[in-house]
């Protein structure tokens, strides 16, 4: 079965119950609006029309030798594949262990670290409880506060990590707060967590579905060693979670649980652990649907352009600052103020240019739309300019006062 889905564009992939009707008060129906995607998002539409062809061919994994066993096995193994490309890294450096959850990857990993009380982690104090309570079982918690724009307070971080001297320390934080919303700067947390001996892991469990996230496996300093986050949450059914860490320190790990799946020889005293990571790290049977649903998600996310989203929102916001600006310089007491405030319109004319250019780049927009946008922005930067100079004449020859005299109360 093909994994790959179709390319979208800016339109948000369709999802199923979007139709859904629910009864109101006065007995109205009208359409369920779905407000609670941080807890639970719906399901692409084309996760289920893929499964239900995978259906077909369900069968037991890595343990069969009959022809839906070997389908079933190299769909979950090619899920496994995309996954870790959706996160720009490949099986060589990382390994992907399938989890019911976020909870229990990080449940999982606390397990497999075989915590002492020696050991440190670091979490922020804007995490969700699955994110803190697992490490209150062993080791020992440190917490960084957030500074006073409602970000990790990297310097408190930075000086935590540098007086701890002896334990393993694991920084342990959410790529973007449950609580607060506030995005981390992962990589910049990385390279302060690797500059002290520390590992780091990110619950990305609110991120995953909402930015493009790149683990960085070749730039060590930089790179993200453990990361987790779960289906439910990007548009993914049948529940699954990942744990995906670099393979290098999962290799040292022990596996916390055992049996069927997870060894590739037993006697009645001894057995040999599985040579595949994600085997060893697995007993039992997985939730293949779980895990495939995960990577068609993957698929699709990959696919719609968060960054151009981004884009768009700035282009907004550039388009309308440039007009207010004009209109609020226009109304200052101070010449230099709107001086100001017409820079300030130039630079967000600036930013709505490269806005129009990444659309053209990105192929989102039509030449000619491109074109008339291109003329409309030269149009206003060339009358920006034009009012900026003769204002900065008027300043300079003093024909126009520095501050304008209006009577008190107008
Ligand atoms: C930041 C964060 N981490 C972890 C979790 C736990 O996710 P799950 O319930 O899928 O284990 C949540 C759930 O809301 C969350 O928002």
Redesign the pocket.
């Known amino acids: 079965m093909n994994l790959a889905h179709e390319k979208t564009i800016l339109k948000f992939p369709e999802l199923i119950g979007s139709d859904f009707l629910v009864e109101t008060l006065n007995g109205q129906r009208v359409k369920y609006l779905n407000l609670d995607n941080?807890?639970t998002t719906p399901t692409f539409k084309a996760i289920y029309h893929k499964l239900e062809v995978l259906l077909c061919g369900y069968g037991s994994i890595h343990r069969g030798s009959g022809i839906k066993s070997q389908i079933s096995t190299a769909i979950f193994e090619e899920s496994i594949s995309i996954i870790l490309r959706f996160l720009g890294v490949t099986p060589t450096d990382y390994a992907v262990i399938f989890t019911?959850?976020?909870?229990?990857a990080?449940n999982k990993l606390s397990r497999m670290l075989m915590l002492s009380t020696d050991d440190i982690i670091f979490v922020s104090e804007f995490?969700?409880s699955?994110?803190d309570l697992p490490w209150r079982k062993g080791a020992r918690i440190v917490r960084i506060p957030a500074d006073s724009n409602g970000q990790l307070d990297l310097d408190y971080l930075d000086t935590s990590l540098k007086n701890e001297k002896c334990g393993r320390k694991l920084v342990a934080i959410?790529g973007?707060?449950?609580i607060t919303g506030a995005l981390t700067p992962i990589h910049e947390i990385a390279v302060c967590a690797h500059a002290h001996n520390a590992h780091l892991m990110i619950?990305a469990?609110?991120l995953v579905a909402h930015r493009e996230i790149n683990l960085l496996g070749n730039q060590s300093a930089e790179q993200i060693d453990f990361i987790s986050f779960?289906g439910?949450?990007m548009y993914a059914p049948f529940g699954g979670?990942v744990l995906i860490g670099r393979r290098d320190l999962i290799e040292k790990m022990v596996p916390d649980d055992i049996g069927g799946g997870s060894v590739d020889f037993v006697t009645h005293d001894t057995y040999d652990l599985a040579a595949d990571l994600m085997k060893r790290s697995t007993a039992g049977t997985s939730n293949v649907i779980g895990l495939v649903s995960i990577a068609l998600a993957c698929e699709i996310l990959k696919d719609f352009p968060f960054e151009l989203k981004k884009v768009a929102s700035n282009a907004i916001d550039a388009s309308h600052s440039i007009s207010r600006n004009i209109a609020e310089g226009y109304c200052r007491r101070s010449l230099r103020e709107y001086l100001n405030l017409l820079n300030v319109a130039l630079g967000s004319s600036g930013e709505f240019h490269s806005c129009y250019e990444s659309f053209r780049a990105a192929k989102q927009i039509t030449e000619s739309d491109y074109r008339r946008l291109d003329e409309l922005h030269y149009k206003v930067e060339n009358e920006l300019l034009r009012l900026i100079e003769s204002l900065q004449k008027k300043q300079v020859s003093g024909e126009w006062m520095e501050h304008f005299d209006f009577p008190e109360g107008e």
Do not use: L, M
């Open positions: 941080a807890a019911q959850n976020t909870t229990s990080i995490e969700h699955a994110n959410s973007a707060s449950n619950d469990a609110q779960s439910h949450k979670g």
